[in-house]
């Protein structure tokens, strides 16, 4: 079972009362990964996010290349951070592949167990919704700065627009 202290310091769960927080733990289920292992594919379903207890993945997106398409990492993640956030506010296709590069120990909690959250207490439900919120939006921001710092030096070595 994962530890109430790690659910109360982790970013998705601030705020929770130790109570709700309870109940919480005993929804998630314990998965663990041997290194290199693929745990979600890109453009697969899923209906859970993940807290990674011990370990680390990577992010991994498919880029087009002139040769083909290319797994590219985006990012590398550790204990005490999580993915798959996505998945409970949209309910589209998995957005990137997720694969273990160190035997990892995770925990995962489902879609309809947030459901189920937000019909014992309402209240309970809107705080991880909007801790949710902001760790999407904490990851856009980085997105849009990586992308204005590719697209300025794309654009380092053309000519001037101006004229």
């Known amino acids: 079972m994962i530890d109430l ?21 005993a929804m998630f289920k314990e998965h663990r990964f041997e290194k290199g292992s693929c745990i979600v594919r890109e453009e697969d379903s899923g209906d859970c996010l993940y807290l990674i207890y011990h370990g680390a993945v990577e992010i991994l997106k498919k880029t087009p290349t002139p040769e083909g398409t290319v797994d590219e990492r985006l990012a590398i993640l550790q204990s005490g951070e999580s993915f798959g956030e996505m ?8 957005s990137a592949t997720v694969r273990a590069v160190a035997d990892t120990e995770a925990f995962s909690l489902a879609n309809k167990d947030l459901f189920s959250i937000a019909e014992w ?3 309970t439900f809107t705080l991880i919704i ?31 627009r101006e004229a």
């Open 121 to 123: 207490s309402p209240e």
């Open 87 to 94: 998945q409970l506010i949209d309910i589209e296709p998995r």
């Open 130 to 160: 909007m801790n949710i919120a902001r760790e999407i939006s904490r990851r856009l921001r980085r997105m849009d700065s990586l992308a204005a710092t590719l697209l300025y030096a794309s654009r380092a070595g053309e000519p001037s």
């Open 5 to 25: 202290s790690f659910l109360q310091s982790h970013a998705l769960f601030g705020g929770v009362q130790e109570a709700e927080l309870r109940k919480i733990q």
